[in-house]
C-alpha cells in the first residue's frame, strides 16, 4: 500500500529583509518564482501617542539624567 502525502494548496514564507533599499530587487526576484502568486508587505503601526513615543525614546537610550531641577535649568539655557 502507497502512502500518498497531500501538498497544502497554499502556503507563506516570511523573509527579513536587513536592507531595506533592497526591497524592490527582493520583490522582483520573488515574484519570477514558479507558483508566487502575490506578494504582500505588512504595514508597520504608527505610534501615536506621546507615550508610546517615550517608551521608544526609553529603549532606544534617548534619556537624559539631571542631580536637580536647577541643573536642567541651567542645560536648557546654555
Known amino acids: 500500500m502507497a502512502n500518498v502525502a497531500t501538498v497544502?494548496?497554499?502556503g507563506q514564507i516570511l523573509?527579513?529583509?536587513e536592507d531595506m533599499s533592497m526591497l524592490k530587487d527582493?520583490?522582483?526576484?520573488i515574484s519570477m518564482v514558479k507558483g508566487v502568486g502575490k506578494i504582500t508587505l505588512p504595514r508597520r503601526r504608527?505610534?501615536?501617542?506621546?507615550y508610546e513615543l517615550s517608551l521608544r525614546d526609553l529603549d532606544e537610550g534617548r534619556v537624559y539624567k539631571y542631580d536637580s531641577l536647577d541643573?536642567?535649568?541651567k542645560e536648557i539655557e546654555g
Not at 26 to 29: E, F, L, P, V
Open 71 to 73: 541643573d536642567l535649568i
Open 26 to 29: 527582493i520583490k522582483k526576484a
Open 15 to 17: 523573509v527579513n529583509i
Open 46 to 50: 504608527k505610534l501615536y501617542s506621546a
Open 8 to 10: 497544502p494548496a497554499e
